[in-house]
């Protein structure tokens, strides 16, 4: 039983994190119709930025996280609009590649700017043990401020009219056009808002786990398969997705070890799209 | 005409190394030669089929695991090779039937998480494969001369099997049907276009060089790991070098594994901190500047505009 | 003339989460014939043509093609058996020539030899519905008109039996809609059964020897094209209950 409770807060735990990792990440693919390769290269640059703002510059990681959040924000608007936009409409295999050279670029200069060292923001707040089950403190608190930060997008999404605008870009891009809404500027405004939150979910990262370069592979990974599990460009799907996949690791993690957790993953991800060759909630027509 | 009379001298060149060049420059051509088969592989797939496949390290990696196992049960040379290109051939031919279903993006993800799940699989399959402390394979005994002679040969004759496949399907039934299903699946299957069929002869055509590829590679380099055998930056290399020849031309990827990977020996080894970087900039270059890749050459004259404009937009729709 | 149906259609359902498209349609066509579809917008009539090509299957029911059941057949097998279709919105191969577009239908479902062959056969196509002059140019230059005949020329290529005509003539202006009329029947008098499928009732009543009325989903009328067109129930679906009303009290009294 008790072990029951530790994977569900387990699960909780990372499914939570999860779904941050993977929110922004689902936007710009649902909307802009873009894999976003750069997306983990943008999380381990927040974890970076936090930890080097905490460590150098003594800046909580609470604080330095707006910061961080405005500046990929500003990173991502800006390689949307002055790069990728201009070949969004190609097939698939163009704007992929493109957002691959551009990653390598980014990560490029990212390990040279930090070095490849892991790097992790101790808080030592302590742990808090409830029915006995026992969890540190910054784990919650970075699960409680990975769900606020969805929470927000989501509110964002639903009630502001810029949220309204990229919620019509995602459905109907061409009626979008024609109801007068700049489809360039909503693009690069959602891949800044998929870079924000990539941003914020990394310093949010380095609280709880050691942050590297290594690492970008590894959080791209686990977006897309939270966006195959839980459907493309919506927060609720994300959420759902990123929630089952930290329930699933943290079982299989727990029977099978770390190792297998992954490959399990990614085996139900490959499952699931062999099942439903367009993703669980699939858009039809929708590459 | 030139083209093939260009084909004809480099592989003369290439064969001739041996005889006047230095092992470093054998060593080059023999990479020229693996990444040319790779690249050519791939085009069955990318540039006939349409398919953004990035299963190419699956398979090559998959390749040099079962060449390596059998060569070291002491199974004499070329056997492990040609053991490897029907495993993975019949791994790709059943794997094609599942993933083939899935489109774009998701077809993408699911050619790149095969090479994700193989590697996992090698990682810990550790009996078996040497788990992440690598596999040792039997050295070719008779010397480096002779073993980088043999082993130059042995990839340049697969290039040349890849090839003179691709000559075959670029002119037969099967080519044609593979440029339909790139332009519009729905409208071939409506004209009598076996698309599972003819997707999965892609497939497995891309994949089973890949395996003889892999598997020669690994009695090369007598050492494989799992991040080595299903790296990453393999499977994303070899689309970007067709890309850069011309994707669907016979020539193109050939040209494009060859320009790319000297450039790599010739400009990177000497800015090995920028080495990502660069390769960057190329592929962000590549696909502003050479659209069509090296053969299809119209340099743009200015960066492209944003392609927003209505008109625009309708065109797309209405091609498709 | 064959006593056997070309192609019957026997029961045939399918739905859509709980909407059922196609509801227990059943009909029979006979070699030779033109036989018009028509319905209002909705009413199911392309779904009908998608599971009887096996775009789609049924959720219930059967497909006879040439005594054959041929229910769950893709559309390649529909292809090279011999049934072909256009589609409402054209779906050229963009890039393609026109005559490559047009070759593939020879090779693929029709019965050309190989590339030259089918090629040699193309033009021949090409010249039937006068694209000749645009052979050499990329599918996607063609105008909406000119697609629209490159999408007949390329079934034609298929040798068909029979031919499903989804809205060939959605989106042309009244001259063209002539030419297309006198294509088909050129096409029809080479033996090829055809069926029009329409919303304009112009085209279906001036060529057809025979018409099918669907109405969400089910076929409410089926006969002649003088008697169907006073059918109150064809009437009603079009124009609406009232006015069907209206119509039936006017002619009681006059």
Redo the contacts between chains.
Sequence with gaps: MQTTLQIAANGLMLGALYACIAVGFSLVWGVLNVINMLHGSFIVLGGYMAFFAWRDLGVHPLVSLAVIAGLLFLLGWGLQYGIINRVVMQPVLTTLTLTFGLDMIVYNFMTLAFTATPRRIVLDLGNIEFLGVVMPVDRIVAMVLALALTGLLFAVLRSSKLGRAIVAVRMDRDAAALMGIRVDRIYAITFGIGALMAGACGSLLAVVYPVTSSMTGLFLGKAFVVCVIGGLGSVPGALIGGLSLGFIESAAGHWLGPQDAMTIGFVLMILLLMTKPTGLLGKQGYE | MRSSAFFILSMLVLAAAPFIADNYVVRLCTFLCMYAALALSWNFI?GYA?Y?SFATAGFFGLGAYAGALTQNLGFWLPLPWLFATVVVALFAAGLGF??L??????F???SI??V??LR??A??WAQLTGGGDGLNVRILPGGPDYAGRVFLYSMMAVMIAAFITMLCVD?S?LG??L??IK??E??????????TSYKTAAFTLSAMYCGTIGAIYASWVAYIDPSDAFS?LLT?KV??MT?LGGPGTVYGPILGAWVFVLLEEMIWAKFL?????I??????L???AL?GGLLRMQWRRK??????G?P???R????? | MNAQPILEVKGLSRAFGGVKAVNDVSFALHRGEIVGLIGPNGAGKTTLVNLITGVVPPSSGSVLFDGQDVTYQRPWQAARRGLARTFQIVQPFPEMTVLENVAAGALFAGRAANRADAEAQALEHLAFVGLAQDAHRPAAALPLPGRKRLELAKSLAMRPKVLLLDEVNAGLNSGEVDQALDLMRRIAAQGITILIIEHLMKVVLTLSQRVLVLHQGRLISSGDPASVVQDPQVVEAYLGSKFAERQRRMTANG
């Design positions: 990318g349409g953004p599942a993933i279903r899935m489109k774009g993006h998701y993408a993800i699911g998480s095969i994700e799940i996992l699989l990682s810990s002119r039934r044609f049907g440029r339909c332009q519009n729905d409208a071939a299957d409506m004209i009598g276009i076996d698309v990453i994303l689309p970007v890309l901190e920028y080495n990502r970087a390769l960057g900039a190329v592929i962000v590549l696909i502003f659209p960066w492209p505009s944003s392609v927003f209505l625009g937009l309708n797309l729709k209405e091609s498709r």
